[in-house]
């Protein structure tokens, strides 16, 4: 617990210019609200081993939303 808030988990920006949607993992309305905005921050956390998650406050939706998922 003591390293799931470390500065290792926190990108700038959320999602890069080149960074493409992937319909599988991600949820289209959170995922294109997070890339329009290059100011936002995003945090990475897994789930068990392998699987992870990236969250951000997205200012359009006033909310912290989950906009990747996968494996």
């Not at 992937?22 to 081993?49: C, H, Q, V």
Request: glycine content about 2%; proline content about 3%; overall charge negative.
């Amino acid at each position: 617990m003591s390293e799931f808030f470390s500065e290792e988990h926190l990108f700038s920006p959320a999602i890069m210019a080149a960074d493409e949607f992937d319909s599988d993992y991600s949820e289209k309305e959170a995922w294109y609200n997070i890339k329009s905005d290059p100011t936002t921050a995003r945090f990475y956390y897994l789930i068990g081993e392998e699987a992870g998650c990236r969250i951000a406050y997205s200012k359009k939706l006033k909310r912290i939303v989950k906009y990747f998922c996968c494996c």
